[in-house]
């Protein structure tokens, strides 16, 4: 019996009391989450971090939205109020919605009830998943757009291009996907993994999806929605209160939530480890979620890397390399997982696979060859001419003034 067949057995009061644990396993790992982060970040800097309350200091985090929960909630006078309140409610709201097809454990008893902590697999369980995502992004335009201030206004717009350049790369990133499990089902993609786990066979569509999903959430490097150096605060400048705890909420979920799809897209799942499948039966079957658990917390560390030494990238930098190099890239991978997967299929010899990857590697090595001789040529050039590299970002033409004094007039 397949995990579909298991969730349509379930009865209401099932249903009910998962997507419950759900939402409250959301709520504590953020919470835990932000003291992680803080702690991690302050070991990379040589500092403390939060030690005071609690011990360890694991309630700071707790603290803090009590704190803000408890301050003075303002709205500014020139924004649209009713759009104002709804802006952080989408962000918070949707970012759980992700949670309801991604499996956290095998098959397990669940109050004598045998399912999986899932709430529903749909047939096109990943598209719900982008689409959920993409609706989450509206509560961060919404909110630039009606806090009736400039510096919102800009990081909301940033937001939208954003959203636009890093998704595109993000649903091609599935591709692959799609193409070796024959599903955009969840359920039957980590099924697909028993032998292999995706991040094995399709290592450039996760590399490409983990660049992605950096950019989605609006984390550093590619925070720019909400540049302090630049926006003051961006998109939330103007929020206070519950309504500001509640975008700090949907930005560590939305966390969780990519790093769940990551693990279920390319780790797979709630599954363990080659060599290790023994463990899955150990607790009834909920050993499996130690395993998922383990995975989501390794993506959680890699955000937090990225925050600590990377410093963020310029927006036109940010652009160029969404546009210019992830979906390109993806483009032409699709092409070689079609062409192999299509090969596999028809029986091709082991021979002719081999020698199609190797033309495929060797033509990778000759363009990234080409390339980086043009780029040196380029800059020898340049510096035996005398000659500045042109920069690689518009720039505005000096200002004539009239009557200014030129070296002529000097001489």
């Given at each position: 019996m397949n995990n579909s067949s298991l969730l349509l057995d379930d009865p209401g009061w099932v249903i009910a009391l998962k997507g419950l644990l759900i939402f409250v396993l959301c709520v504590v790992l953020t919470l835990l989450s932000v003291w992680g982060e803080r702690r991690i970040v302050a070991r990379m800097q040589m500092r403390l971090g939060p030690n005071r309350v609690g011990p360890f200091g694991l309630i700071?985090?707790?603290?803090?939205?009590?704190?803000?929960?408890?301050?003075?909630?303002?709205?500014?006078?020139?924004?649209?109020?009713?759009?104002?309140?709804?802006?952080?409610?989408?962000?918070?709201t949707t970012c759980f919605m992700a949670f309801a097809v991604i499996p956290l454990t095998g098959k397990v008893n669940?109050?004598?009830?045998?399912?999986?902590?899932?709430?529903?697999?749909?047939?096109?369980?990943?598209?719900?998943?982008?689409?959920?995502?993409?609706?989450?992004?509206?509560?961060?335009?919404?909110?630039?757009?009606?806090?009736?201030?400039?510096?919102?206004?800009?990081?909301?717009?940033?937001?939208?291009?954003?959203?636009?350049?890093?998704?595109?790369?993000?649903?091609?990133?599935?591709?692959?996907v799609f193409i070796y499990a024959g599903s955009m089902s969840t359920g039957d993609i980590i099924a697909s993994q028993s032998t292999w786990w995706n991040v094995v066979v399709l290592f450039p569509s996760f590399a490409i999806y983990v660049i992605s999903m950096v950019g989605e959430t609006n984390r550093a490097p590619f925070d720019l929605a909400e540049?302090?150096?630049?926006?003051?605060?961006?998109?939330?400048?103007?929020?206070?209160?519950?309504?500001?705890?509640?975008?700090?909420?949907?930005?560590?979920?939305?966390?969780?939530?990519?790093?769940?799809?990551?693990?279920?897209?390319?780790?797979?799942?709630?599954?363990?480890?080659?060599?290790?499948?023994?463990?899955?039966?150990?607790?009834g079957g909920w050993f499996s979620f130690v395993w998922f658990f383990v995975k989501v917390l390794?993506?959680?560390?890699?955000?937090?890397?990225?925050?600590?030494?990377?410093?963020?990238?310029?927006?036109?930098?940010?652009?160029?390399?969404?546009?210019?190099?992830?979906?390109?890239v993806n483009v032409a991978w699709i092409l070689v997982v079609a062409t192999l997967r299509l090969m596999t299929q028809q029986g091709a010899s082991q021979f002719m696979i081999a020698a199609f990857t190797g033309g495929v590697v060797i033509a990778v090595l000759v363009a990234l060859s080409i390339f980086d001789s043009t780029k040196r040529k380029a800059e020898e050039r340049a510096r035996y001419v005398g000659e500045m590299p042109e920069p690689s970002f518009p720039v505005p033409a000096l200002p004539v003034i009239k009557g200014a004094i030129t070296k002529g007039d000097q001489k």
């Open positions: 700071q985090a707790l603290a803090d939205g009590v704190k803000l929960a408890l301050k003075e909630d303002i709205i500014p006078k020139a924004a649209d109020r009713v759009v104002f309140v709804l802006a952080p409610i989408i962000s918070a669940f109050f004598g009830e045998e399912t999986v902590m899932q709430l529903t697999d749909l047939p096109v369980g990943v598209l719900y998943v982008l689409a959920t995502a993409s609706i989450g992004v509206y509560g961060i335009v919404l909110a630039g757009w009606s806090s009736g201030s400039t510096y919102p206004l800009l990081g909301g717009l940033r937001s939208s291009a954003q959203v636009i350049s890093y998704e595109i790369a993000m649903g091609l990133s599935f591709v692959g540049a302090e150096g630049e926006l003051v605060g961006g998109f939330h400048t103007e929020y206070s209160s519950l309504k500001f705890a509640l975008f700090f909420l949907a930005e560590y979920v939305n966390i969780i939530a990519v790093s769940a799809l990551a693990t279920t897209l390319f780790l797979g799942g709630p599954s363990a480890p080659p060599g290790l499948g023994f463990t899955s039966a150990w607790l390794g993506f959680f560390f890699f955000f937090v890397w990225l925050r600590g030494t990377l410093p963020r990238l310029r927006y036109d930098q940010f652009m160029k390399f969404g546009w210019k190099v992830l979906i390109p």
